[in-house]
């Protein structure tokens, strides 16, 4: 995991530009302090300038989105890389940008396929060597097409003065982009924001496409509008459609998860092997970041679904016996939960009409006296025991993050949420917001363990620097009660067109905004179920494979997952329901009754 902030601009000469060149020193300084959290191993920056021949004159109209003046005579175009490292692959240190003969990338990513990498390279060091034998666009294009892995990058090619950025297919690494326009003359690239600022309007790139900007061209130019980034694409680097096959009538059905049908034996085998193959890759080689023995290089995001339990499972597999993992689970004391328990929410009738409920007793329940014991941790608790049977030998540091109310609201909170809703940005919802709080305190790794089930609680911190989560199981694999309706509604057609829909907006979700709250403390998260190849594989399926809606939906939800989670021994986790982070944490609504879709105020 690692950081990248790019500028360009145009100096000015005179002392007319010094308190311009001081405000925007202060915005680049500030942008640089938050991507400089993403990689805490090293920082650094490379400038380079090109300078422009004075144009014999400059003629600019009133609604020119330029960045420079009719004055400008002598002036260089700017451009300054800065990138920050997490070091998570290979045996020596890196420090970025990589930098050789003019050519410069700062990258951040992860190589898991497409290029291979021994287990002491950095994939980063050996992509840019294979960037700077490249002469042309679309050969720098098809490299970028050609792996597998999350990544955000931005490279400048000397001998062709081109500046590339982009992401992978799926949006898995966040990369914002600040246009410029008239009263913002300056071009910035950003793994993060610094929050809300009228010097800049962050959104996130398109994943649709790497990006090119002619800054040859651009540098003897008055008007940056006739220099938009150029599109390079291939869809070589998108994972393939859905099947649309649409199952006969008499498709039998799955009675029983402990019943494997003949027809999906095989698909079953196929999907344990890429997901297995998909977090093998994931896990291996992690360098070890803490001199103390018998820390945990790997956590997981932990809820004890079927999700986070089947590729902890796996992990399992791939990791030395000898080493913890560890397992995060997090839980909120929601002060607005605990007002309902207290007087009702029976029917879900209005706020303005409820009633308090009769049927509570004067003694107060375990739940009511500990109100963290929320679902997630529930099921957490559960399904670890299950893993420490099917798993003997491994430490699992089941590590309750505790958020109580009180302290919360007096202190944690004030100093939390302004960060986080700074790290969430350009995302500004309620519903933002309250999967943003989940996963940075999660992803802190701050909490309570026990080393037995009947020891004395003690405070924890999760050193692992790779964070396993289980997001895209739902959208790949039927898991949304959405899937249900449209099947209802409109047979297997409708249902495979949703499916196509679910892949189709993946990159457009969530995966940026997590990215930039769980790196916020120099940590990486990995999606297994979200490699392109198990996407693909996945896609190639019949719908009926993956999901089938006639049935209750403790089964005939990713029914597919559920019958290899059982197949693997993960009987507890196979008919687990599915249920929000937000929902499951209790993170959800904590300051009122808005809905999800609201804007923060």
């Not at 809300?196 to 790139?205: C, G, V």
């Not at 070890?288 to 999700?307: H, Y």
């Not at 004067?362 to 941790?377: C, F, G």
């Not at 719908?543 to 939800?557: A, C, N, W, Y």
Request: glycine residues 6%; hydrophobic residues 35%; neutral net charge.
């Amino acid at each position: 995991m690692c950081g990248i902030f790019v500028s360009v601009r145009f100096s000015t000469p005179g002392n007319a530009s010094l308190d311009v060149d001081q405000e925007f020193t202060s915005l680049s300084l500030e942008l640089q302090r938050v991507n400089a959290a993403r990689g805490p191993d090293a920082q650094n920056t490379h400038a380079l300038s090109l300078l422009s021949s004075p144009p014999p004159a400059l003629s600019i109209s009133s609604d020119s989105a330029s960045f420079i003046s009719s004055e400008d005579v002598s002036r260089s175009l700017d451009a300054v890389f800065y990138a920050s490292e997490l070091r998570l692959r290979g045996d020596s240190p890196i420090v970025q940008p990589h930098v050789r003969n003019g050519n410069v990338l700062c990258w951040n990513g992860e190589i898991f396929e497409g290029i291979e990498i021994s287990s002491h390279e950095n994939d980063g060091s050996k992509l840019f060597d294979l960037l700077c034998s490249i002469k042309t666009p679309e050969g720098i294009r098809d490299v970028f097409c050609s792996i597998e892995g999350p990544y955000a990058f931005a490279f400048y090619h000397e001998s062709s003065q081109r500046l590339y950025f982009g992401r992978d297919p799926l949006g898995r690494r966040s990369l914002l982009i600040h246009k410029p326009r008239k009263e913002l003359p300056y071009l910035l690239v950003s793994s993060v924001s610094a929050g809300a600022n009228p010097a800049y309007d962050f959104a996130e790139i398109s994943t649709e496409h790497i990006y090119s900007l002619d800054l040859g061209l651009l540098k003897n130019s008055s008007d940056v509008r006739l220099h938009s980034p150029s599109r390079l694409r291939s869809v070589t680097a998108e994972p393939d459609k859905v099947n649309s096959t649409i199952p006969l009538d008499d498709v039998p059905l799955v009675e029983s998860l402990d019943n494997i049908p003949e027809h999906l034996s095989q698909a079953l085998n196929d999907f344990i092997f890429h997901l297995d193959k998909s977090v093998m890759l994931q896990v291996r080689d992690i360098p070890r970041s803490s001199l103390t023995k018998g820390k945990a290089r790997l956590a997981v995001l932990f809820s004890g679904g079927i999700d986070s339990s089947i590729i902890t499972f796996l992990a399992h597999k791939h990791v030395p016996l000898e080493e913890p993992i560890d397992l995060l689970n997090v839980a909120f004391e929601n002060p607005r939960k605990i007002r309902i328990q207290k007087e009702g929410n029976v029917g879900g009738v209005s706020k303005r009409v409820r009633k308090p409920q009769t049927h509570l007793k004067e003694t107060k329940t375990e739940q009511e006296r500990v109100p963290y014991m929320v679902p997630d941790r529930i099921t957490g608790m559960l399904e670890v025991e299950e893993l420490r049977r099917i798993c003997p030998g491994r430490v699992w540091n089941f590590a309750r993050i505790f958020l109580f109310f009180f302290l919360l609201s007096l202190m944690m909170f004030l100093a939390a949420r302004p960060e986080v809703e700074s790290l969430m940005s350009p995302g500004r919802t309620v519903m933002d917001l309250s999967l943003a709080l989940a996963l940075y305190f999660a992803s802190r790794g701050q909490g309570q363990i026990r080393k037995t089930p009947e020891s004395v609680p003690e405070p924890y911190t999760s050193e692992a620097r790779v964070l396993l989560n289980g997001l895209g199981s739902d959208e790949l694999l039927g898991g949304y009660g959405r899937h249900r309706s449209v099947y209802n509604t409109g047979g297997w057609a409708a249902a495979i067109t949703e499916l196509q829909q679910e892949i189709d907006r993946i990159p457009n979700r969530n995966l940026g905004r997590d990215d930039r709250v769980i790196s916020s403390h120099g940590k990486e998260t990995r999606h297994p179920f979200l490699s392109l190849s198990l996407v693909s594989f996945l896609a190639s399926l019949p719908v009926h494979f993956k999901m089938d809606p006639r049935l209750e939906t403790s089964i005939g939800d990713k029914m597919l997952l559920r019958l290899a989670a059982r197949k693997l021994g993960l009987v507890e986790a196979s008919s687990r329901k599915k249920r929000a982070m937000q929902f499951g944490s209790h993170s959800a609504r904590m300051d009122g009754e808005r809905r999800g879709d609201v804007d923060l105020e």
